[in-house]
């Protein structure tokens, strides 16, 4: 079937599209300001399927329960499940929505607090998700480009809800694996490590509190984040001294010490000699394997 667009005053829809991934795609999408007493169903739906309320008022019927909806609600409908939803007669509501799949989909509604258990959420960023859905019906046309951009104002759309669910909650929410903040970590040491960079910078980037990372870190490292970094710095020190001919103040700079007399010496607490001294040692030990040969 191929893909359709309808666009009048009351009613936008862009339906029909293809699957371009398989962790998470657009099915459709769209907007409706709805007349008294509208309905849908009972049906059935192939995917999943988000409403988002604007204005206005109306029931959803899902697992025999009836919800009394309005504005900032949200609601999700799960694949293969007999649902009923209606605008109110008095006061019809207008609403967006957004049907999707994919491997990832349940996993992104769990994290917006949507679920089989929950199957009402309160959003206030209206206008950020109605600018994703009007980004996926603007983008109508069937390019490579436009599908790029609808996939993308999709996970727009999800990381909205995510981002405002976490930001209701009472404590701090970490979504991943403790190994996979701290691969960050590392990973960021590894292209910081010459800037002045610290604990409290690396905990920024990967976007989680700072207790919490140090004893992550710790946890999984076996040292502190703080001796992490001096240990890989000071590595790097030991390298450019045996295989470059850069001062000391150079060599200092390129680790991310602006002061070389700290690097001296704090080169020389951890390893009872100065870099001076460590450069001169390694230099007769080149000479003397020379003479050797």
């Not at 607090?113 to 960023?125: A, D, H, Q, T, Y």
């Not at 991310?256 to 007399?261: A, H, K, V, W």
């Amino acid at each position: 079937m191929k893909p359709k667009f309808t666009n009048s005053a009351r009613y936008k829809c862009l339906e029909y599209l293809k699957k371009h991934s398989v962790d998470l795609y657009l099915c459709y999408c769209g907007m409706e300001e709805c007349e008294p007493g509208h309905y849908y169903g009972p049906a059935t739906r192939s995917e999943y399927l988000i409403h988002y309320i604007l204005s206005g008022k109306g029931i959803f019927q899902a697992d025999g329960k009836t919800y009394h909806l309005g504005e900032y609600n949200a609601f999700v409908i799960y694949p293969d499940e007999i649902t009923f939803y209606q605008a109110d007669t008095e006061d019809p509501w207008t609403y967006i929505w957004v049907g999707f799949g994919g491997a990832k989909a349940e996993t992104c509604l769990n994290y917006a607090s949507l679920n089989k258990e929950n199957r009402i959420g309160v959003f206030k960023c209206k206008e950020e998700l109605v600018n994703c859905v009007k980004g996926m019906l603007n983008a109508s046309k069937l390019t490579y480009a436009n599908d790029l951009k609808r996939e993308g104002f999709l996970f727009m759309f999800l990381s909205a809800l995510i981002n405002e669910n976490n930001a209701n909650e009472q404590h701090n929410i970490y979504d991943y694996p403790y190994q996979i903040y701290v691969e960050h970590a590392l990973e960021f040491i590894d292209h910081n490590y010459d800037k002045d960079i610290k604990v409290n910078d690396i905990a920024n980037y990967i976007g989680i509190d700072r207790s919490y990372f140090a004893n992550i870190f710790k946890k999984i490292m076996h040292v502190s984040p703080q001796q992490y970094l001096i240990n890989y710095r000071l590595e790097k020190a030991r390298n450019l001294l045996k295989k470059s001919n850069l001062s000391i103040s150079e060599i200092s700079e390129r680790i991310g010490y602006s002061d070389p007399l700290y690097f001296s010496k704090l080169f020389k607490k951890y390893y009872n000699i100065s870099p001076t001294e460590y450069r001169t040692q390694i230099e007769e030990l080149v000479s003397a394997s020379k003479k050797g040969e």
